[in-house]
């Protein structure tokens, strides 16, 4: 289940445009996880859209 989720926009992406996205998961303890992502744009990688994304695990019963 999402927690929290941070998008931070730095340049704007139009149709055409060739990009190229990374993505890390980090686990930040038993029950939370990260993912921290990237968007870049081609060819000069420079940065369209950072996001992280944090997470938890939930059991059968819906709780962390």
């Keep these: 289940m999402v927690v929290?989720?941070?998008?931070d926009d730095?340049?704007?992406l139009t149709?055409?445009?060739r990009f190229?996205?990374?993505l890390d998961l980090l686990r930040e303890s038993r029950l939370r996880f990260v993912f921290d992502q990237r968007i870049?744009?081609?060819p000069d990688e420079k940065?369209?859209?950072a996001a992280r994304i944090i997470g938890t695990a939930?059991?059968?019963r819906g709780r962390p």
């Design 4 to 7: 929290r989720a941070e998008l």
């Design 10 to 12: 730095k340049l704007p």
């Design 15 to 17: 149709s055409g445009v």
């Design 20 to 22: 190229h996205v990374d």
């Design 40 to 42: 870049l744009r081609l």
């Design 47 to 49: 940065p369209v859209l």
């Design 58 to 60: 939930l059991n059968a």
